[in-house]
């Protein structure tokens, strides 16, 4: 300090000191809290301590001694008519290289005060990203409509800002993050040409931001192809705008997909940035919080860079909570306090860092998110904010970023530095998809649908592919996944207007797409002229087919008496549904085989047999407990060797769980059991059976003469209980020493062992199977309908409440051959269902048992044919078959479809094996072949014989 300052310093404390008014209750204490901030001081940096007054503030201006590494030093602290309660006091001398004791004393109002705190040495190159945003909640805090408007104003409001910091330090110049595409995909579709051409210059300068999500998606609620539809418009919006995105950042939902890193080279996505709810059920999740990895695939070829950030309502915390937003005004607008720098990072930022370089954090940066709320407006402050801050810090220094920035800036300076990590990191709010398990339903089966309508469509060669139609089917379920169920008030007021009006129009996510893709299917499959008495049956697979259809009774007025095309007589049988059932063999890969409809009896031949207490097909024998309705033994016959598959009681029990106790589990009464068919060709019993928490079960077991596979259908007749309540099917398969392993978006995960660490292991989340091997046998399970599952014994529950560092999270799960579908729940407080939709529910099983040990390939197989059973139509006698097939050990075809060009068809395929495999289509005239992508580009010509990388993933283009 030179002597000029020294004489200045001195005058204004004694005239300041003079002049001070006593502002309330003067401190009786203080205490000093080091921090790892450094702040500008006197044209150089230095560290900084925060001095607390206790007991009052300080008003009168003071000066502090402060004696810290062999310097003494004196600070002025200014008067404060308000009063002081925090001062932030700079620390004399060079940055410290070990521990050190920092002494101040205080003399104010004739007493004197002392305080000393430990200093640790502290990095003075922090940087940290600012990441502005609003948390996007297609619903939760109003209408889905309303909060669309929010989120569309948001942009134009942060155009405005944008412009407004242009000239600032290029630190505070505003950004803002969409975060969703849903909410661009509205904007654009609203604005008009002006708008839009501003709306695409404020993405070129950087001032809007896009990442590639459509929503906050509950990613292992998406099968494969739907998984990838998620990226499907921004990479349209993209390419026809001259920009590029390769980034996601997921909102709120705790965990993800590894399908993800699986997809990224097709969808282009190379970064993931997580900022996660702080605390409702989100397990064992922030253990992973500021540990960023390269996220391998299965096949190890592809590889998503990872960030779980803070948790994204830090802005809410430390600000939103202090402005008017959604739970005080029903229509927020960006709000002014006067004094941006308040209710800001400090002392979080403090604290939080400090923590970091505990923990030997090996980077000098970090993110958090900005938002004021779920749905919120910009903070039209924080601009102001930063410039501040950093002209008082040194460090940490500010930025405020967008996902693009910031990950481009840490791989730039870290890429040799950061793990690579495989595995699925298991989501935990699945759960909350069966409080609607009825509409859950409905949008599994929709979305197998359509992919067959999009193979049908190829398959046919029928000209016009209606891409748009086909991609706003696909927007609908997206929407239907998306991690907002309904309001945040929707368990404590049910019956609130905003609650009901919400949840209608997410429940119409499901039922749009379900009509549309009926719609689409009907257009496909529609013939000017039908061939009289015919019916053609269409396989959208990639392997010849053998399989039960069961045609419609307007289809088969004609007989019962059912032939192929050589004339031979098939064997069928009338069911009491009015539908004829018929075994269609060797349907070929992706085509098509035409049968009659004539007039007489049946063929009967088969081997299927039935009786109250059992049935057969002659592969299974399935014997029923006469009491309880449930399966008490299953049998498989194969090669002349007897394997029992299930050997108590108990199988396809019904458990229902009020309050979800396990100690007050109920299960169904006064079981009756008749015969629903009786055969030849299909058998199948039906308990009825009275049932806690539903009007009635019914539960049909079911067989086909001669096919490997036992289907199981189960109907809930459901009451709607606003109270607590689990409902599960137990299926206990006898298979000793079993591994569970069960399908996931574009793979298969091994229970366990490949999931990362602090991922959910209390229930999973199947695509289309689970596998319980050993080395000898084993048994592979399916469930169309029925998402989630539980390993070994429920595991669910008193799953109640927010389970914030609960014990009920489980960090192991031991193998067991025993599977419980989970099929119903309203166990949340917030966002998801009070209760089930009054009326059934139809939960279908399909399960086969397999020689030898787990194969993938089968597995994959098996999952596939019950998600995408054989099609039957009227037939116009004409030919219809793909111009080539893809097809072989090891790998399948995930999707079909023509190109949304009309030139070609794109396939996306998937290898289930160990080794490299390589891929010959064949075709019976020339055919060219590139590799693709998302955006169906050609990226690169094929030879005729191509390979893909074990458990990898490619997308081809295929055309004349």
């Known amino acids: 300090m030179n002597k000029i300052f020294s004489i200045l310093s001195a005058f204004i404390f004694i005239c300041t000191s003079a002049m001070a008014q006593t502002g309330g209750k003067h401190f009786n204490g203080i205490t000093l809290q080091p921090t790892i901030a450094y702040i500008n001081y006197q044209g150089e940096p230095r560290r900084m301590v925060r001095l607390l007054f206790h007991e009052g503030k300080n008003c009168a201006a003071t000066e502090a001694t402060v004696s810290f590494n062999g310097i003494t030093d004196h600070v002025i602290i200014p008067a404060s008519k308000e009063g002081t309660d925090v001062f932030e006091l700079p620390l004399p001398g060079s940055p410290i290289t070990s521990a050190a004791q920092v002494t101040v004393i205080l003399n104010s109002g004739g007493q004197t005060y002392m305080a000393r705190c430990i200093v640790e040495p502290a ?9 502005p945003h609003s948390h996007v909640d297609i619903g939760y805090t109003n209408t889905q409509a309303k909060v669309l408007k929010l989120h569309m104003d948001n942009i134009d409001e942060a155009i405005d800002l944008a412009k407004k910091t242009a000239n600032y330090p290029v630190e505070a110049r505003y950004k803002w993050t969409t975060e969703a595409i849903w909410v661009v995909d509205n904007y654009l579709k609203a604005a008009d040409e002006a708008k839009k051409e501003r709306f695409w210059d404020a993405v070129k300068k950087g001032w809007i931001n896009l990442d590639g999500a459509y929503g906050n998606i509950n990613t292992s609620m998406t099968d494969s192809y739907q998984l990838m539809q998620m990226f499907a418009k921004s990479q349209k919006l993209a390419k026809a705008n001259g920009v590029e995105i390769h980034t996601m950042f997921q909102g709120d939902v705790p965990g993800a997909s590894w399908g993800l890193a699986a997809q990224s080279e097709q969808t282009g996505i190379k ?66 306090t006067g004094h941006p720098s308040d209710n800001f990072l400090n002392p979080h930022l403090f604290q939080y860092l400090g923590g970091l370089e505990q923990n030997n954090f090996p980077y000098n940066m970090s993110l958090l998110t900005w938002a004021m709320s779920d749905n919120a407006p910009i903070d039209p402050e924080l601009p102001d ?11 940490p220094k500010l930025v405020i970023t967008s996902v693009k920035q910031f990950f481009h800036d840490f791989e730039k300076q870290y890429q040799d530095k950061i793990p690579s990590f495989t595995g699925d990191y298991t989501e935990y709010w699945t759960d909350g998809v069966s409080s609607a398990a009825k509409e859950t339903a409905i949008s599994r089966q929709t979305s197998d649908k359509l992919k067959q309508a999009s193979a049908l469509w190829a398959i046919r060669n029928k000209r016009a592919y209606p891409a748009d139609d086909f991609d706003d089917t696909w927007k609908n379920l997206l929407l239907y996944n998306e991690h907002t169920w309904g309001a945040y008030n929707s368990v404590d007021d049910p019956e609130d207007a905003k609650v009901k009006s919400e949840w209608t129009i997410k429940k119409g996510y499901a039922l749009s797409a379900q009509k549309q893709t009926d719609s689409l299917s009907n257009l496909i499959l529609a013939i000017k002229t039908a061939a009289a008495n015919k019916v053609d049956v269409y396989n959208t697979l990639s392997w010849p087919r053998t399989d039960v259809v069961y045609v419609p009774a307007g289809l088969s007025k004609a007989g019962d008496l059912v032939k192929d095309a050589t004339g031979n007589a098939i064997p069928s049988q009338r069911l009491s549904s009015g539908e004829l059932a018929f075994v269609a063999i060797g349907v070929p890969a992706f085509g098509k085989k035409t049968y009659t409809i004539n007039r007489g009896k049946a063929f009967a031949k088969g081997k299927a047999v ?15 407990d006469s009491k309880t309705g449930d399966i008490s033994k299953l049998v498989k016959i194969e090669g002349g060797k007897k394997q029992v598959l299930v050997d108590s009681t108990g199988f396809n029990k019904y458990i229902y769980m009020p309050g979800d106790s396990l100690q007050r589990q109920q299960t169904s009464t006064d079981a009756i059991i008749s015969i629903k068919e009786y055969g030849p060709l299909v058998v199948s019993l039906l308990v009825t059976s009275k049932a806690p928490g539903a009007y009635g079960l019914t539960r049909e077991i079911r067989l086909v003469n001669g096919l490997d596979k036992i289907e199981l259908i189960n109907t809930i007749d459901k009451e709607s209980i606003r109270s607590k309540e689990s409902v599960h099917f137990a299926f206990p398969f006898s298979v000793p020493g079993a591994q569970v392993r069960y399908s996931i978006p574009w793979g298969s995960a091994a229970a366990e062992a490949d999931q990362l660490p602090n991922a959910n292991k209390n229930w999973f989340t199947m695509q289309r199977w689970v596998d319980v091997s050993n080395a000898a046998f084993g048994i592979t399970w399916s469930s169309p309908d029925a998402p989630l599952f539980e390993i070994g014994k429920i595991t669910t529950a008193d799953l109640l409440g927010g389970l914030y560092h609960a014990p009920q999270w489980l960090t192991f799960t ?24 009054k009326g059934p529910a139809t939960f279908r099983y399909i399960f086969r048992s397999h020689a030898l040990g787990y194969d993938s390939f089968d597995a994959n197989r098996f999952g596939l044919n019950n998600h995408q059973p054989l099609v039957v139509s009227a037939s116009d006698n004409q030919d219809d078959e793909l111009f080539f097939n893809i097809g072989g050990k090891q790998i399948y075809v995930e999707s079909l479809k023509p190109a949304d060009d009309g030139n070609g068809v794109i396939a996306q395929i998937v290898s289930t094996g160990d080794s490299e495999v390589n891929i010959t289509p064949k075709a019976k005239a020339t055919i060219k072949i590139w590799k693709s992508n998302l955006a169906e580009e050609k990226v690169a010509a094929l030879d005729n014989n191509f390979k893909i990388p074990a458990k990898g993933i490619i997308t081809v283009r295929i055309e004349k």
């Open 123 to 131: 990095r003075n190159n922090w940087t940290m990203y600012i990441l």
């Open 271 to 336: 970064y993931f940035l997580s900022g996660p709810n702080a605390s409702d059920r989100i397990g064992n999740l922030a253990k992973w919080q500021d540990k960023p990895f390269y996220w391998i695939s299965p096949s190890g070829k592809q590889k998503l860079l990872f960030w779980q950030c803070q948790p994204y309502s830090i802005g809410y915390a430390l600000k939103g909570t202090r402005i008017p937003n959604f739970f005080t005004i029903e229509d927020p607008k960006p709000f002014y």
């Open 385 to 395: 904010a930063v410039k501040s801050w950093n002209e008082h810090f040194a460090s």
């Open 610 to 624: 039935i009786s109250l207490n059992g049935l057969a097909n002659g592969i299974y024998t399935v014997t029923i």
């Open 814 to 837: 031991a193998q067991s051959p025993k599977i419980y579908s989970w099929v119903m729940n309203n166990l949340w407080h917030t966002n998801f269902r009070a209760e089930q939709e």
